[in-house]
RNA sequence: GCGGAUGUGGUGGAACUGGUAGACACGCUAGACUUAGGAUCUAGUGCCGCGAGGUGUGCAGGUUCGAUUCCUGUCAUCCGCACCA
């Protein structure tokens, strides 16, 4: 009987799905015994169900997941593994703009397919626990958490998020002078009375600058092909990440995300998740932390006026003083002037009647050069002197005030203390606009290039700190700094607020409408879902408001605790008396909303009460193992982050990480296949013989060429018009192809998609293939020739089972008929380097493992149940359908995927000998067989006794001889 | 520029905490079986050499009886971030 592996995975996937076998066991059940079984969480990211369908390297994660699943399952584990999708974004919403066809039915036909292909492949999936962003029971919830943010603030002295209500209590009590929030920079301190004071409209302003959710009139990047803004990890280069569209600077009001609030919680609870390095480093960097001060310094203009309002805290821009933001206060007596972004807005204030018209034709270049440009090009300095001067904190001397587009506005202060000798941009500045650059290190030159080396710095020329080592010099100047209080010590963090509106259609509406005032104001719980609505066109309207504006009703109409959806009409004309509502929000949330709550979710995905039960979490409490693409670094595992430690402060989650530990499976990349075509004729000359003629190189599809890299030249004339009439050159009588590595894409016809290699070879081989390619994180070809070496492999593990009459399905029951020595020592040591190797997931050392493992049971000719029947199981995880299928003709009853893993056991690999390599000089001879309880000497006595190392030696008489029990032997000399 | 990852046969890759480099596959060569082979089986296959032998893990050093593994420097490729004060 042959393996059937189209039979046997139709039959197994199907059986599967009847009988709901990997239904996680819920907490309803859990009487039965559910809850007593350790849990454990294997989650990999949902993918965003693309009309591209997947390619073999979108399940590459999916099957690690999958094994670790699989194995956990029959380690005894309650195992939770969902799958879901992303499935707001952009794409669907593009090809909606285009033919009118609804975002959601692209969706749903896209899903279909996602779904079939995903089947095909033999997961464990629960389905039963399946989330989709865009199903509105879903983003219910993601509307939810936007509206706990928005009823939160961040208490900095409790260090966590608390509820409004605790905010307002403090208000009224005492007014704002000893909250320590994170919030605006510009508040204002009010007292208690003041606050009380306040009508309703100003109150709720006031708010707004401490919610974690607010509206802000932010600099945004704008995308005007794709016509909606983007966050900083949607641009890449100065384009947009998709599409690769122009984004420019532009001011409008937005929903914004205060993680910054979180920017240090982030930053510190790295260190206890287990994510892969590079990853953590990323979001390091992005975070950005860094330590040194604040300095304020007095504007000497006459046209600012001293403002002497005590503000103590936030940042302060305006007044008097220009703040800056320095990691090298010890270097403040080498400022020789200060440098302002061209946007910063006090440039206006401070500019002299001189200096105005230069200083404006300026900041009117600079505004013109898109960031792009302004990113590519570093090295052009340009600047202009405002002619205003600031004051030296300590000397008193005035300092010139420059503006230079090398000081970016969105970053610390927007202006900078220039200390031309410790900072190379501050010198190339100071030496194009002929500024002085006095020094301040011991016994250093600068007259070539500015000194940066803190270790190995001593501060001179700078009176109380001279003599001074970096170190001791930054906490003594801000000593001082404080005592004159124009400073202090200040961590100050790359990470900005994130814009969380978009205008675009296929996404979640906001909860919100804006009331009388134009004040927001959020729907109640009991009204959720807010659903999309239907729009005529998915395009911005002609006003330039987002697609929702074409929504024929989206205003808010709500009397007591009866709420409704109606148009612009109907609400004018309705009661004022009691009525509550306005128009609702017209921007849509971005991709990365429904992705940040969705593991939670999955613990208890139908709840309609709440969005998750405290026992579901309290159970599931967090991911164990989350596999994905390390493309997310800085989106989605950000801003995941920041949620969660969000809904663990307001006690929603019970973890304030989400994901224990994490592993990026690396990119499978496409094998390309290139012909070479002489050039300006139709004849193409095969692979070793094109540096003979002048040729150009054109991509084939892969599927045309087989593993010695021949075409099948009739297939390709068929393939392309191009190449019916086309002439070949061969070699050998072959025409070979050239090879090139690329990432797998359409466009180089080297997409190899997962369906076909399953007709071909089957899921199970499939499985085993993208496993045994590489180590998991790293990127690797993909070469579909290589899949044969594992689809006969799994033949041979058929064919171990079928050794009776006419390959008719055999195994014996009766271990002591036949010597099991070898066989159990084989099963024993499979079963060790497996398990290590998928704790370890070392998934590709395990492929291996087994075929050697089968290689040596069939040479031993084992047919012993007590041999076969536990490696069904542990081959079980990594090829599912053809293990059930042997499962149950070993005659079990119930699915495999519920039978415990074997047990490994050391007796059976003790050895009693060992095959000692004998090396002299470190460079291995021979070997020779020698008793393990052989002590050192004997082992020596025996080697020096034997005649290949008398002959190695060749009369000479060893220096030294090197035992290693049980390793090795070495004779030097 | 800063940060990170990776360099081992023709190819994908293996080698546990320093101890037989190239496991396991693909490909290739030869042979067997076969009407046929993109099926199956057997043997071989890092490189140089007929051979004994030499040589070999990007490159150059170092530590060690012994280094793919540890250290220093260097080169290449890939991936982040990028005027971050």
Redesign the pocket.
């Known amino acids: 009987m042959n393996y059937d592996f189209k039979q046997i995975e139709k039959k197994w996937q199907a059986h599967w799905a009847k009988y709901q076998t990997f239904k996680t066991d819920s907490l309803e059940s859990s009487q039965s015994g559910a809850v007593s079984k350790q849990k454990y969480y294997v989650l990999s990211m949902f993918p965003y169900p693309s009309g591209a369908g997947l390619h073999v390297g979108h399940p590459l994660g999916y099957i690690a997941g999958d094994i670790y699943a699989r194995y956990k399952r029959h380690k005894g584990f309650n195992v939770l593994h969902p799958m879901g999708y992303d499935s707001f974004g952009l794409p669907a919403e593009q090809y909606a703009i285009q033919t009118g066809q609804h975002p959601a039915i692209t969706t749903e036909t896209n899903i279909k397919r996602y779904r079939e292909q995903l089947d095909r492949l033999g997961f464990s999936f629960d389905w039963s626990r399946e989330v989709r962003t865009s199903n509105p029971d879903y983003y219910k919830w993601t509307q939810w958490i936007f509206i706990q943010l928005f009823n939160s603030w961040y208490n900095k002295d409790a260090n966590k998020a608390q509820g409004m209500d605790s905010l307002i209590a403090i208000f009224e009590k005492e007014g704002n002078k000893n909250v320590n929030a994170a919030c605006d920079d510009d508040v204002v301190i009010f007292s208690a009375e003041e606050w009380k004071g306040y009508p309703q409209k100003e109150k709720e302003e006031v708010l707004l600058k401490y919610r974690l959710t607010y509206l802000a009139d932010a600099e945004v990047n704008w995308c005007p092909a794709l016509g909606t803004v983007l966050a900083?990890?949607e641009?890449?280069?100065g384009v947009s990440e998709r599409g690769g569209h122009p984004v420019i600077r532009k001011k409008m009001t937005q929903w914004m995300m205060r993680i910054t609030a979180y920017a240090q919680r982030l930053l510190d609870g790295l260190d206890t998740i287990d994510w892969?390095?590079?990853l953590k480093?990323?979001q390091?960097?992005?975070i950005?932390r860094?330590e040194?001060a604040s300095v304020k310094f007095k504007v000497l203009s006459p046209n600012v006026q001293a403002d002497h309002k005590d503000h103590s805290h936030g940042t302060q821009k305006s007044g008097s003083f220009i703040e800056?933001?320095?990691?090298?206060p010890d270097t403040i007596f080498g400022v020789s002037f200060m440098?302002l972004?061209p946007e910063h807005e006090l440039v206006a204030k401070i500019t002299t009647p001189e200096q105005k018209a230069e200083v404006e034709a300026y900041i009117q270049a600079t505004a013109k050069r898109s960031e792009r440009d302004?990113?590519a090009?570093?090295?052009?300095?340009?600047g202009a002197f405002t002619g205003a001067y600031a004051e030296h904190p300590f000397t008193k001397e005035p300092i010139p005030i420059w503006i230079?587009?090398?000081?970016?506005?969105?970053?610390?202060?927007?202006?900078?203390?220039?200390?031309p000798c410790g900072?190379?941009?501050?010198y190339?500045f100071a030496k194009h606009f002929n500024i002085p650059i006095p020094n301040i290190f011991k016994g250093v030159d600068i007259t070539a290039e500015a000194f940066a080396d803190k270790d190995k710095t001593i501060i001179a020329n700078s009176d109380f700190l001279n003599g001074l080592s970096y170190k001791k010099a930054v906490k003594r100047a801000i000593f001082e700094l404080e005592k004159i209080g124009q400073g202090k010590g200040k961590v100050?963090y790359?990470l900005r607020d994130a814009v969380f509106s978009r205008q675009r259609y296929w996404g979640e509406p906001f909860p919100v409408y804006y009331d009388v005032h134009g004040m927001p104001k959020m729907l109640d719980q009991k009204h959720l879902p807010l659903e999309l609505p239907e729009v005529d066109k998915y395009l911005p309207t002609e006003t330039g408001e987002p697609p929702l504006g074409n929504a024929k009703a989206w205003h808010w109409l709500q009397y007591g605790d009866e709420g409704n959806i109606v148009s612009e009409a109907e609400f004018a004309n309705s009661s004022p008396e009691g009525r509550l509502g306005g128009p609702l929000e017209l921007n849509t949330m971005p991709g990365w909303a429904g992705s940040s709550q969705y593991f939670n979710r999955y613990m208890d995905p139908h709840n309609k009460e709440v969005i998750y039960a405290k026992e579901a979490v309290d159970y599931w409490q967090d991911v164990d193992l989350y596999i994905g693409g390390?493309?997310h670094?800085?989106g989605h595992l950000l801003y995941s982050r920041f949620w969660q430690k969000f809904l663990f402060d307001r006690g929603i989650a019970p973890k304030d990480e989400f994901a224990k530990k994490l592993i990026n499976q690396?990119m499978i990349t496409g094998?390309s296949a290139l012909v070479y075509r002489v050039s300006g004729t139709n004849t193409y000359v095969s692979f070793g013989l094109k540096n003979d003629y002048e040729v150009e190189e054109l991509r084939i599809d892969v599927n045309l060429v087989?593993?010695?890299?021949?075409v099948?030249i009739t297939?390709l004339k068929q393939w392309q018009p191009d190449y019916k009439e086309a002439e070949f050159i061969l070699e050998d009588g072959k025409y070979i192809v050239g090879r090139e590595?690329e990432k797998m894409s359409k466009r180089w016809f080297n997409v190899v998609n997962p369906d076909a290699i399953c007709e071909?070879y089957g899921a199970d081989s499939l499985r085993l293939y993208e496993m045994?390619?590489?180590?998991l994180?790293?990127?690797?070809?993909w070469?579909t020739?290589?899949?044969?070496?594992?689809?006969?492999?799994l033949?041979?593990l058929w064919?171990l089972y079928h050794t009776g009459e006419n390959g008719t399905f055999y195994v014996s029951d009766s271990p002591s008929s036949e010597g099991l020595g070898g066989s159990l020592k084989t099963l024993h040591k499979t079963i060790k380097k497996v398990e290590?190797?998928i704790e370890n997931f070392?998934f590709?050392?395990s492929?291996?493992?087994?075929?050697?493992c089968?290689?040596e049971l069939t040479?031993q000719k084992c047919t012993s149940r007590s041999i076969l029947e536990p490696l069904v199981i542990l081959i079980s995880p990594y090829a599912p359908h053809i293990a059930e299928e042997l499962w149950e003709k070993l005659g079990h009853g119930t699915s495999i995927s519920d039978a415990p893993f074997p047990k490994f056991e050391e007796k059976y690999l003790v050895e009693s000998s060992?095959?000692?390599?004998i090396?002299f000089?470190?460079?291995?001879?021979f070997?020779m067989e020698l008793p393990l309880d052989m002590s050192r000497e004997q082992i020596e006595d025996a080697v020096m006794a034997n005649e290949k190392t008398q002959?190695?030696l060749a009369g000479r008489t060893p220096k030294?001889v090197?035992v290693?029990p049980g390793?090795?032997?070495?004779i030097?000399g």
Request: charged share 25%; glycine share 8%; proline share 4%.
């Open positions: 900083n990890d641009i890449v280069n892969p390095q590079p480093d990323s390091t960097n992005w950005g860094s040194g800056v933001f320095t990691t090298r440098t972004a302004r990113m090009d570093v090295k052009t300095i340009s230079g587009d090398y000081v970016l506005a969105g970053y610390g202060t927007g202006a900078v203390m220039s200390v900072d190379q941009r501050d190339d100050n790359r390390s493309e670094a800085t690396g094998t087989n593993a010695s890299d021949e099948d297939e590595v071909e045994f390619l590489g180590p994180e790293q990127s690797k070809p070469n020739a290589g899949i044969t070496g594992v689809h006969s492999f033949r041979k064919r290590d190797d070392s590709n050392t492929v291996s493992t087994f075929m050697i089968v290689n040479s060992k095959e000692y390599p090396s000089n470190g460079k291995m001879r070997t002959a190695q030294k090197i290693v390793k090795i032997v070495n030097v």
